[in-house]
């Protein structure tokens, strides 16, 4: 089961940390996105063992993906924030053992509930 928290109105420019919490142990956990009227978006990755992390090119820099094992969650830093950020933000989780890197939504296999990032000009 995963939760995500965190989101909220912010001006561009500022700053937001969302936090997923995911019950269960050794699970990858991604982020993706999806603005009004577009396809959900991958955003950011990281795995369970190694802390290896994937990053969408237009957030690099940004946002960063980190996570505490011993709180099972993962967190999603995001700096310097764009209106184009504007979305909501899912979390979802994937065996680590079965994951590669993969930025492909198909790939996870549990997801949270949204929350949502408004970023005001």
């Known amino acids: 089961q995963l939760q995500a928290s965190g989101g909220g109105l912010v001006q561009a420019g500022g700053s937001l940390r969302l936090s997923c919490a995911a019950s269960g142990l050794s699970y990858a956990v991604g982020w993706f996105r999806q603005a009004p009227g577009k396809e959900r978006e991958f955003v950011a990755s990281?795995?369970?063992?190694?802390?290896?992390?994937y990053y969408l090119d237009s957030v690099k820099g940004r946002f960063t993906i980190s996570r505490d094992n011993t709180k099972n969650t993962a967190y999603l830093q995001m700096n310097s924030l764009k209106p184009e950020d504007t979305a909501v933000y899912y979390c979802?989780?994937?065996?680590?053992?079965?994951?590669?890197?993969?930025?492909?939504?198909?790939?996870?296999?549990?997801w949270g509930q949204g929350t949502l990032v408004t970023v005001s000009s």
């Open positions: 979802a989780a994937v065996r680590d053992s079965y994951y590669r890197g993969s930025r492909d939504q198909r790939d996870f296999g549990f």
């Open positions: 990281i795995t369970w063992r190694a802390g290896r992390t």
